[in-house]
């Protein structure tokens, strides 16, 4: 009979309700958030079974008079020997289940253990590292880094510029003279054609000297047709020339750098999600919670050498607590870190 109540008992807890002991008081199961066991370290959220005075819930009575499908005289007087044979001397002991000693409730392992399927993790939280050590350190990388590559590559571009200035001014008197007209021309014209007054000026065809009456009519014909076709080749050329320039390519936009990780500041409560060990791991759990609520502000702080991923906070812990009950039913794991 003693073992069947502690099991109607144990069911109630196990399902987050309270059980009222006439005469005893009311043990409820109550959600506790994470705290600081010692400075490196930090207890997860966890459940545990609270005792109160007042009975203003189901009696025990009314619980085993549903179980047992009896009536009310018959189920007070299960309940009257089962109280008299685990209450005694102030001292209420359920078998399974724990020991309720001055208003203290100790429960059993293993059935803490059911109230805490994920188990109690304890986070260690690494030293910080002293700033001041960090920023000689860095700096004296940077120094060698910078006389490293004074050594290695200034010697090298003074002397590249120095060869390529000497080559350029071997190479310019050799190119002038290429490049430069023949003294037997004039602006790309013989200097017969030019004695004779027969060079062709630009755009217009070459006029012979003493041309026959009879042949004058054909040689007229002959050199209109030589500049018609010379003006069409001209102009095919040009076309060819504007189809062969590239067209500009687009500026590709810049990839806007990754955001660092925000900073706590003292005084402040925040809502915890959760503590991951890399800050990768914490922007992709952030970024999942704005695609599921985007109106959040969700953060990511550096927690010891962990990051911490924090959906709301405020200075008032009143309303962070409000956040929490307003959001357990889809984050039942959440819990406050206050920042001193």
Not at 16 to 33: E, F, M
Not at 180 to 186: D, H, M, N, Q, Y
Not at 207 to 223: F, I, L, Q
Request: charged share 20%; proline share 7%.
């Amino acid at each position: 009979m003693v073992a069947e109540v502690n099991k109607i008992i144990a069911g109630e807890l196990l399902c987050h309700r309270s059980v009222v002991i006439p005469g005893v008081g009311t043990l409820y199961v109550a959600h506790r958030n994470a705290r600081r066991l010692s400075r490196q370290k930090i207890a997860a959220p966890r459940n545990e079974v609270d005792f109160r005075p007042s009975e203003e819930d189901v009696s025990l009575v009314e619980l085993i008079r549903r179980a047992g499908g009896c009536d009310e005289a018959q189920a007070q007087a299960i309940f009257d020997r089962w109280l008299a044979k685990t209450y005694e001397g102030g001292v209420l002991t359920l078998d399974g289940i724990g020991t309720l000693r001055h208003r203290a409730f100790t429960p059993e392992p293993a059935f803490a253990a059911q109230l805490n399927p994920q188990g109690e993790e304890v986070v260690t939280l690494q030293p910080r590292m002293n700033r001041v050590v960090v920023g000689i350190a860095v700096a004296a990388i940077a120094v060698a880094l910078g006389v490293f590559g004074y050594i290695e590559f200034w010697p090298k571009s003074i002397s590249r510029l120095v060869a390529q200035s000497e080559r350029t001014q071997t190479k310019t008197p050799a190119a002038e003279r290429k490049n430069a007209p023949s003294e037997s021309t004039v602006d790309g014209v013989s200097a017969a054609a030019a004695a004779t007054d027969t060079a062709p000026v630009a755009g217009k065809p070459a006029v012979e000297p003493a041309a026959s009456p009879a042949k004058s009519d054909g040689s007229a014909t002959a050199a209109h047709s030589e500049a018609e076709a010379s003006g069409s080749a001209a102009a095919v050329h040009t076309q060819s020339e504007a189809a062969a320039v590239p067209e500009p390519q687009a500026i590709q936009p810049a990839v806007a750098p990754h955001p660092v990780s925000d900073r706590m500041q003292s005084g402040w409560c925040y809502v915890v999600f959760g503590v991951f060990s890399t800050e990768e791991n914490a922007a992709r759990c952030r970024e999942q919670l704005l695609r599921g609520e985007s109106s959040l502000a969700v953060g990511v702080y550096p927690f010891g050498a962990k990051y911490m991923v924090a959906p709301f906070a405020a200075p008032d812990r009143e309303a962070c607590d409000l956040f929490v009950r307003e959001h357990r039913s889809t984050w039942p794991d959440l819990w406050i870190y206050a920042k001193k």
